[in-house]
C-alpha cells in the first residue's frame, strides 16, 4: 500500500517521503505507538517507495484540522544526530507527497504480499516467546550483500520488542555500521524495552492514535461495516485500528449487551451489594461473548464498551448539539437512562471507567477494578 493509500499519520508520511525522495533516510529507524494503528503498514509503505520500479510523484492530499507528529526542522534526522521522539504540532491544511511508490508494478506488488526476496519481515515464531537470536543473525547477514534485485534491502522487525538481549546485541553491529544498501525498521509499541545502544542509534518516529473518522474510514471503505457499527466500534478502540477491526468483525454485540446490562443494574439499585450485581455481569459476560483473552483482557474490552455508553448519557443529559453519537441506534434505550445521569453524574461515571481502565493496565486485579466500578456508577 503506497503512502497516499494509508489513513492518517499524514505529516509522518510525508516526511518520510521527502526524505526518501532525497536519498536522506537514515539506515535505521524505530516506529514506535500503540499496537494497532499502522506502524507496519507504513513500514512496508517505505520498503515500497524505496524500490518501486515506477517511483512517482504524487498530487496534494487534504487534511482537516487534524494534528499529528512532527520532527523539528520539517524533516528526519539523520543517523548521528539526536534521536528523540518526534513531538506535536497542528498539521498544515494540506500535506504533499513528494515521492511515493506506484503500488502496481511488479516490485510493490510482491513487497506488499511479502514476497520481495530484498524485504524481510522478521516477526516472533508462533511457538516461542522471543524473536530468536538466529533469525537476527539471519538478516544481519543478508545485509552486508548487496540487494538480489532491487535498491534497498529493507528488514523489518515487527514487534521488535521481543528480542531478548542476545539477539538485540546480534543487530547492533548492523547499526553501528550499516551499510549503503540496506535499512532496518524496528516496529514496536514498547520501546523502552531496548538496549539503550539500539535507542541512541535509531531516530525515534512516535505514532499517534488513529481519530475516530479516521478508523470508520478504514472499516467502511477497505471492510464493508455499516458506518454505524464502524463508529461505535472507532469510539472504543482507543485509537487502535487492529482493536476497533476486532470489535466490528466479531462479538461487538454481546459485549455492548452485556455493558448495557451492567449500566441498568448499576441504575436500578438501591444498595451496594446490589450495585455489586454490575461487576459479576461484567466478570461473567466475557464467558458469553466469544471473546478471546484473559479475563483481564475481557474486562478492558467490556469497559471500554461502557464507557461509549456513558459518554452518550452524558450527551443526551446535557442536550449537547452537534456530538455524534457512538452508539446512535441506541438512542431511545439511551434516552430512557439519560435522566438518572443528569447533573455531572455521567461525567464522574465516565471519569470511574478511565480510571479503572488505568488501574487494569497498571496490573489491578480485575474482580476488585469490577467491584470498585460498580460503586462509582
Known amino acids: 500500500m503506497p503512502f497516499r493509500d494509508i489513513v492518517g499519520h499524514r505529516r509522518l508520511l510525508s516526511l518520510l517521503s521527502r526524505s526518501i525522495g532525497r536519498g536522506q533516510l537514515p539506515p535505521s529507524l524505530i516506529f514506535s505507538g500503540p499496537s494497532g494503528v499502522g506502524k507496519r503498514r ?11 520500479l515506477k517511483a512517482v510523484a504524487s498530487g496534494q492530499w487534504p487534511v482537516a484540522g487534524q494534528t499529528g507528529p512532527t520532527v523539528a526542522g520539517g524533516r528526519l534526522p539523520v543517523a548521528g544526530q539526536a534521536t528523540g521522539a518526534v513531538g506535536n504540532r497542528p498539521e498544515p491544511k494540506v500535506q504533499s507527497l513528494p515521492f511515493d511508490a506506484c503500488g ?20 516472533r515464531p508462533e511457538d516461542r516467546t522471543e524473536i530468536l537470536i538466529d533469525q537476527i543473525r539471519e538478516v544481519v547477514e543478508l545485509s552486508t550483500y548487496r540487494p538480489f534485485e532491487g535498491r534497498r534491502r529493507v528488514v523489518i522487525i515487527d514487534n521488535a520488542e521481543d528480542m531478548a538481549a542476545p539477539a538485540q546485541s546480534a543487530l547492533l553491529k548492523s547499526l553501528e555500521e550499516p ?9 514496536t509499541s514498547q520501546p523502552h524495552a531496548f538496549l539503550p545502544t539500539i535507542r541512541s542509534r535509531c531516530p525515534r518516529l512516535r505514532f499517534g ?37 476486532e470489535m466490528a468483525s466479531g462479538p ?38 466469544n471473546l478471546p483473552g484473559h479475563d483481564r483482557d475481557v474486562l478492558a474490552v467490556h469497559l471500554r464498551v461502557l464507557a461509549s455508553l456513558v459518554r ?3 450527551i443526551l443529559s446535557t442536550r449537547a448539539h452537534g456530538d ?27 471519569a470511574a ?17 469490577a467491584d470498585w466500578l460498580s460503586l462509582q456508577l
Do not use: M, Y
Request: charged share 20%.
Open 42 to 52: 507504513v513500514a512496508i509503505a517505505v520498503a515500497q517507495s524505496l524500490n518501486c
Open 104 to 123: 502496481e508494478c511488479p516490485s510493490c506488488k510482491r513487497i506488499a504480499r511479502l514476497t520481495h526476496p530484498d524485504v524481510r519481515v522478521v516477526e
Open 179 to 187: 551499510t549503503a544498501s540496506s535499512s532496518f525498521i524496528l516496529v
Open 209 to 245: 492514535p488513529l481519530d475516530v473518522a479516521e478508523i470508520v474510514e478504514i472499516l467502511t471503505r477497505d471492510h464493508g461495516h455499516p458506518e454505524a457499527e464502524a463508529r461505535a466500534a472507532a469510539v472504543v478502540s482507543g485509537g487502535s485500528l487492529g482493536r476497533a477491526l
Open 252 to 289: 461487538f454485540a454481546n459485549v455492548r449487551a452485556t455493558a448495557w446490562q451492567a449500566l441498568r443494574l448499576a441504575v436500578e439499585a438501591t444498595s451496594p451489594p446490589e450495585r455489586l450485581g454490575c461487576a459479576r455481569v461484567l466478570a461473567a459476560g466475557g464467558s458469553s461473548s
Open 312 to 314: 452518550d448519557l452524558a
Open 324 to 350: 455524534v453519537l457512538a452508539n446512535p441506534d441506541l438512542t431511545s434505550e439511551l434516552k430512557s437512562l439519560a435522566g438518572p445521569f443528569q447533573h455531572g453524574r455521567a461525567v464522574r461515571a465516565f
Open 353 to 369: 471507567v478511565e480510571r479503572a481502565l488505568g488501574a487494569l493496565e497498571r496490573n489491578a486485579s480485575p474482580k476488585v477494578v
